[in-house]
């Protein structure tokens, strides 16, 4: 946790607080051009339906439990002008910037969430680093699991989700609940 927030405080000296844990991967690429050229890129994609949902819960998490609903959520990742004043809104509400530029892929990999110790696996054995296992869990106690992610939406919600997550949709073939997105081998 420490040397975490040693990097990200270095980071964002360097790059005039452009960099963060998320940053977009243009900004890297600007700050870092030469590196970029030289190592290995990779992210990792999951599911919007079911990332709304853990990402629903750990900004609850975040915020102190404010008494707001999935729905209530969703109305706010999908209309950037309601209020928000619980700030449970994330500061990035798609990844989709973080492994393109200009709309197109600009990693040398896309893991997915999905198949994540699988793909985690492979980006070790590239880069050629022992890499940690079992990361699913690492905020598994976040979300109760009493309720399905189904169980979350109503057709609006999914309506809603589709728009706020088109590109990702898409792009990596993700469909309502489907699991493996379609177009990621």
């Known amino acids: ?16 607080n452009e960099l ?4 977009k991967a243009k900004v890297v690429k600007e700050n870092f051009p030469d590196i970029w050229n030289e190592y290995f890129k990779f992210a990792f994609v999951r599911n919007p339906f079911s990332h709304a949902v853990s990402d629903y819960y750990w900004r609850l998490h975040l915020c102190g439990q404010p008494n707001i609903s999935f729905k209530e959520f969703i109305y706010r990742l999908f ?4 209020p928000d004043p619980e700030c449970i809104r994330p500061p990035i509400i798609s990844n989709w910037e973080i492994y393109t530029i200009k709309d197109s892929i600009s990693l040398d990999f ?19 680093i022992p890499l940690a296992k079992d990361l699913k869990k690492s905020k598994s106690s976040i979300r109760s699991r009493t309720k399905s992610i189904e169980e979350h939406y109503d057709q609006e919600l999914i309506e809603k989700v ?6 990702e949709i898409n792009h990596f073939g993700y469909s309502a609940f489907s699991g493996l997105p379609s177009k990621i081998k």
């Open 1 to 16: 946790s420490a040397i975490n927030s040693s990097l990200k405080l270095y980071y964002r000296s360097i790059s005039n």
């Open 20 to 23: 963060t844990t998320h940053s």
């Open 79 to 82: 209309d950037l002008n309601r």
């Open 110 to 128: 896309i893991g997915c969430f999905e198949r994540l110790d699988k793909d985690v696996n492979k980006v070790s054995n590239f880069i050629d």
């Open 162 to 167: 589709s728009t706020i997550y088109e590109k």
